[in-house]
Structures are given as C-alpha cells and as structure tokens.
T-cell receptor, first 112, second 115 residues
Framework: KNEVEQSPQNLTAQEGEFITINCSYS?????LHWLQQHPGGGIVSLFM???GKKKHGRLIATINIQEKHSSLHITASHPRDSAVYIC??????????????FGKGTKLTVNP | DSGVTQTPKHLITATGQRVTLRCSPR?????VYWYQQSLDQGLQFLIQ???????AKGNILERFSAQQFPDLHSELNLSSLELGDSALYFC??????????????FGPGTRLTVL
C-alpha cells in the first residue's frame, strides 16, 4: 500500500511570500492529486497530474515520478490561501489499485 | 460550488442508532465515492459505485453499507453507531470509473456527531 508523507505539517507565512508544500510517496504511480480544504471543511480539487508541471493562476504543481515526489507552490500568497492542502495518490502500483490514499495535510496560514 | 450535493449537513445522534447520508453527484458523473475524515485518521476512502455497481471498496466497516440508485444518487447507511464514528463524511463524484485517475468533485460533507 502506498504511504504518503507531507511536509511541513504546519506553515505560517506573510502575505506575498512564496510557499512550497511537499509530498512524497512510497509506490510508483501515474497520477497524483492536490486538494484544498477550506476552514469551513469544503474540499476542492486543485490539480491532478501525472508528469511535469501544471499551473493554475498563482498555484503551480510539479511532480518527479523517478523521485516519487511532488510539490505545490503558491506565488504571492494571500490570506485567502489559508487552508489545509492535501496530497493524494493511488493506493497501489501503476495499473493496480485505483483507490486514493491521502496525506495528513499541510495547514497553511497566511497573515496579512 | 462543485455541483455535488450532500444531505444533511449536520447530524447528531446517539450510540447504537442508524443514520443515512445522501449524495447527489454532478450532472453526467457516473461514479460516486464515499470518504470518512476523522481528526486522528485523516481522509479515508470507504467505497466507490459506478453506474449502480460497486466498483471499489476501502476500509469500510461491516456496520456501514452503501448503494447507488438508478438516478445515480447514493446513500451511505451507518448502523450500530459508536462514538468513534463521529467524523466528516464526504461524497465525491467523477465522470469515469477509475477513481485514482479521474478528477473528483467533492460535496460539502456531512458532519456526524455520535453522543
């Protein structure tokens, strides 16, 4: 079963700072998800990626399949980015299990 | 708004009781997933239905069951409730059947409190 580690667990930043959140997993995969959970509890899918890099507004997600590692970057952070960011991967090897397993999340607080 | 609806938003009940959580997927989505999020365990996959059929099963207790109806809405039934079942229960939906390889759209969740 895939094990997912996220770092850091908690992150406090000042508005405008560049943020990086990391995700490592143990079993080779071909898809990785980044989710955002708002303080109210709602979950939004930010990215699903299988290689390289994806960008959406101020958010950038990268993945290195060989190193089993992904990063989520936020440029010019804003207080509204304050949320928990969760990484999720398939529970088994490529072509195997299609259930998602989740990291414990990174709680980001951006102060004005 | 993801287009996925869940009812009720909050549910408070007693140990030993049975409850039903309801989910309506986005229009056009055939897959429905159920997840449990507790403080100590984080998000965990429970079960997936695709077009009315069970597609994948996770760490779902025998006291829990689910089904997907012909109109594609789904219900999660939790019985003989215990204090440890208190959690947020999310439903998600996707167009395709391959859960880990499809973007999933999450509902607002149902917060279950068992007293």
């Amino acid at each position: 079963k895939n094990e997912v580690e996220q770092s850091p667990q908690n992150l406090t930043a000042q508005e405008g700072e560049f943020i990086t959140i990391n995700c490592s997993y143990s079993v080779g995969i071909s898809a990785l998800h980044w989710l955002q959970q708002h303080p109210g509890g709602g979950i939004v899918s930010l990215f699903m990626l299988s290689s390289g890099k994806k960008k959406h507004g101020r958010l950038i997600a990268t993945i290195n399949i060989q190193e089993k590692h992904s990063s989520l970057h936020i440029t010019a952070s804003h207080p509204r980015d304050s949320a928990v960011y969760i990484c999720a991967v398939p529970s088994g090897a490529q072509g195997g299990s299609e259930k998602l397993v989740f990291g414990k999340g990174t709680k980001l607080t951006v102060n004005p | 708004d993801s287009g996925v609806t869940q009812t009720p938003k909050h549910l408070i009940t007693a140990t030993g009781q049975r409850v039903t959580l309801r989910c309506s997927p986005r229009s056009g989505d055939l897959s429905v997933y159920w997840y449990q999020q507790s403080l100590d365990q984080g998000l965990q996959f429970l079960i997936q239905y695709y077009n009315g059929e069970e597609r994948a099963k996770g760490n779902i207790l025998e006291r829990f069951s689910a089904q997907q109806f012909p109109d594609l809405h789904s219900e999660l039934n939790l019985s003989s409730l215990e204090l440890g079942d208190s959690a947020l229960y999310f439903c998600a939906s996707s167009e395709g059947s391959r859960g880990a390889y499809n973007e999933q759209f999450f509902g607002p969740g149902t917060r279950l409190t068992v007293l």
